[in-house]
């Protein structure tokens, strides 16, 4: 029972913020919570049918759209929208958009979602004008925050963040079930504004040092190579993938170390959030090494899922639960159970990217990664419903 207590009741303090304007994070993060339960079960089932645990589903492409659509749009881009335009004009030193304007942006993503899967073809069209809506309003937002803002964080961190959600907004209209098309988004979209998210946490958490001056416009130089090939390779077949993999590389070179990343991790110790930090970094180092050296090392579709269930789910966890954590004033699990999820999530997620996995295996690894996206899940709920119960200063629109 004390060690009940201890992971779910854990001695961590968190002194609560003062909010100096009304909170949205919680508004775009509950809906990302739903979207990972419909998002991961649709994906265990498919995994299982996969690896042949399961028959065949009907209407298995399909679910596979769902499954994506959900998981990049849904899922990892409500968890992006919150932590954007709740800590954006923080990260990127200016003024935050008012509220009425940031939380318009829920309803025509969800909307969106719903009505890009009608067979209706006007329907469906609807659907993915209002989902690019939601993802183009928010980067004319944080470019408008960046240029008003302060301007040694305008390309190391306004552009690329306002660019990556630029290009998520064309994700509604691609055949998202088409890995390379799925791994130029989580490129391009995610990771890309993951990127600027790791920057400020690199700073101010571990003490790592910052991308500015001609270094921020030679990291928004190389970024933009890496868009640019990456873009060249899925749509044009001009390039091949080595490149755009090596570019990506060069990128990560950049980040890890301008911002000194790996002494920092060093210095500052274990923790969840700095497990996160390393974690992720590695996920993308390896993702981006398999297409440097091409598909003979690993299918695209292994490398879709190495970013997708890998990186970015170990990102939102980690992440999540330290802002909520802030947030509400309490903690989601204690420091040591966020870490060991993330270790078994990870696990979980290599297994998944892997080529040959038994059918019995499959099934193991996805009962135990639902158990712990339940657990989990629902403790950031309740923490996300205690964050909307706070008191809060409204001085914004």
């Not at 993060?29 to 645990?53: D, E, K, R, Y």
């Not at 899925?234 to 090596?246: S, V």
């Not at 909520?324 to 004033?329: E, L």
Request: aromatic share 12%; charged share 10%; hydrophobic share 55%.
């Amino acid at each position: 029972m004390r060690f009940i207590n201890k992971i779910f009741q854990p001695e961590q303090p968190f002194t609560p913020m003062n909010f100096t304007r009304r909170p949205v994070l919680h508004l775009f993060w509950a809906g990302g919570v739903v979207a990972m339960v419909l998002g991961f079960s649709i994906g265990f089932l498919l995994w299982m049918a996969q690896t042949g645990f399961l028959d065949i589903i009907d209407d298995y492409q399909t679910l596979k759209l769902w499954h994506a659509r959900i998981q990049i749009i849904g899922f990892t881009g409500s968890f992006l929208l919150g932590f954007a335009l709740q800590a954006g004009p923080h990260v990127l030193g200016g003024h935050p958009p008012p509220f009425v304007s940031s939380v318009s942006i829920i309803p025509a993503l969800w909307l969106g979602l719903v009505l890009g899967e009608f067979q209706s073809s006007f329907i469906s069209v609807i659907g993915n004008l209002l989902i690019s809506l939601a993802f183009l309003h928010p980067s004319y937002l944080l470019l408008k925050i960046s240029l008003e803002g302060d301007p040694q964080w305008r390309f190391s961190r306004g552009i690329p963040m306002a660019g990556g959600f630029l290009l998520m907004a064309s994700s509604p209209w691609l055949d998202l079930v088409d890995p390379e098309k799925a791994l130029f988004i989580l490129w391009c979209g995610p990771i890309t504004i993951a990127m600027v998210a790791g920057q400020q946490l690199i700073n101010n958490v571990i003490k790592g040092g910052k991308i500015v001056g001609k270094s921020g416009l030679a990291f928004l130089a190389l970024l933009t190579t890496a868009w640019l090939t990456t873009a060249l390779a899925t749509f044009t077949q001009i390039l091949p993938w080595n490149i755009a993999g090596i570019e990506w590389l060069l990128v990560l070179a950049m980040l890890a170390w301008k911002t000194n990343l790996f002494p920092a991790l060093t210095k500052f110790g274990f923790a969840a959030i700095s497990l996160t930090l390393f974690l992720g970094f590695i996920g993308m180092i390896v993702a981006a090494s398999v297409m440097a050296i091409g598909n003979d090392v690993m299918p695209v579709d292994a490398v879709v899922h190495i970013l997708g269930a890998g990186v970015t789910t170990v990102l939102i966890i980690g992440v999540v639960s330290r802002v909520v954590g802030f947030f509400s004033g309490g903690a989601v699990l204690s420091d040591l159970a966020v870490s060991v999820t993330l270790l078994i999530w990870s696990a979980i997620a290599t297994l998944r990217a892997a080529t040959t996995v038994s059918g019995v295996l499959s099934l193991t690894a996805s009962v135990i990664g639902g158990i712990l996206l339940v657990v989990w899940g629902t403790r950031v709920a309740w923490r996300l419903y205690e964050i909307g119960r706070r008191p809060y200063q409204d001085n914004s629109a």
